[in-house]
Structure formats: C-alpha cells, structure tokens
Nanobody, 117 residues
Framework: QGQLVESGGDLVQTGGSLRLSCVASEIAFRFYQINWHRQIPGKQRELVAYISSGETTVYTDAVKGRFTVSRDNLKNTAYLQMDSLKPEDTAVYYC???????????WGQGTQVTVSS
C-alpha cells in the first residue's frame, strides 16, 4: 500500500519562504501526477498546484509567481517551494498523488503552514 508523507510546514512571517516536501513510498512515483492542495478550517480543500508525470506544472492564480512545484523521481519526492508568503496562505497543505489511467490515488496526512502578519 502506497504512502505519502509531507513535511516542511512551519510558522513564518509575511514575506517569508517555506519548502514543503512530499515523500512517496511503495508507489511507482514517476507515473503519478503530484497535486498540492490546501484547506482552511471551515472551507473546502482547494488545489494549489500540480506537476504531471511529464513535469508540466499548473498553478492556481492565487499562488502563481510565488509558489513553485517540482519533483525528483530518483528520490520519490515532490516539493512545493513557497515564497512571498501571505497570511491568506495559512492552511493545512496536502500532497495527493494520482495515476488516472490506473484509477489510483494516495493522500498525505497534511502539514500546517501558518503565516503571521
């Protein structure tokens, strides 16, 4: 059974940076699209960015130009580099791996990012 483990969440000041990591185990990582979602308490989970198996990247408008998603298939790890952080970026961030053709998906447990004003 596959597993995703996120890390890197922390408390930072406005304008600061964080890098989240998502380490996958027991999955064919290179075939999966890696999606980063975030959720604020009381609100729906939203897709922030993703990187496809072919390394195409897509970002929601709210983070475009500030966040960068990347992956290292040799390390079975995906990253979300977050720069110029704002208080509205405060949320629990989740890593989500999807392989549409095989109808497989895995979720991580989430990591808390808090941006103070």
């Amino acid at each position: 059974q596959g597993q995703l483990v996120e890390s890197g969440g922390d408390l930072v000041q406005t304008g600061g940076s964080l890098r989240l990591s998502c380490v996958a185990s027991e999955i064919a990582f290179r075939f999966y699209q890696i999606n980063w979602h975030r959720q604020i308490p009381g609100k729906q989970r939203e897709l922030v960015a993703y990187i496809s198996s072919g390394e195409t990247t897509v970002y929601t408008d709210a983070v475009k130009g500030r966040f960068t998603v990347s992956r290292d298939n040799l390390k079975n790890t995906a990253y979300l580099q977050m720069d110029s952080l704002k208080p509205e970026d405060t949320a629990v961030y989740y890593c989500h791996a999807t392989w549409i053709e095989r109808s497989r998906e895995f979720w991580g447990q989430g990591t808390q990012v808090t941006v103070s004003s």
